[in-house]
């Protein structure tokens, strides 16, 4: 049976993984504009699938982020009655892994998650493909404090 050091060591690097994926979805986003404007026919289209890809990459790397921290915080001694993104969070708040801001950005990150994934509105989804890459840096800032370290 795998242990939690084990288990801890894979989530992470699938978190790692899907974060960096989002980081290509993102400079692809950047890209994406010139790439639209320069096809004669279906701009939008274009636009629109290089948008869904990256919420879609989004979703993912959300859920392998909390995830990978839920284990991270098991690991440290810390336990969660009630497993849920946000209750994950606000324990990495107390944990001192988030001040209270990231926290306040970790919530409205798994706000936006939950309305992306349980629904679909092309306004909320243009809005929030805006703020996937405030999104990336705070994934990324977790995943750095975390660290797996050898001695983990």
Known sequence: MENLK???LKKYTKAIDAVQSLRLAIDGMNKVDSIAKSSKEYPEFIYRTFRDSL???FEYSFDQTWK???DYLESQGRKIEIQTPKSVFR???KANIL???TTRQAIEMTDHRNLTTHGYNEK???EIS???P???NLMNNILNKTKLKPNF
């Open 99 to 101: 001040s209270e801001e």
């Open 124 to 126: 909320l989804v243009e």
């Open 6 to 8: 084990e288990r801890s």
């Open 130 to 132: 805006q703020q996937v």
């Open 91 to 93: 324990e990495g708040f």
């Open 68 to 70: 990978y921290l839920n």
């Open 55 to 57: 919420i879609q990459r």
């Open 134 to 136: 405030k999104y990336y």
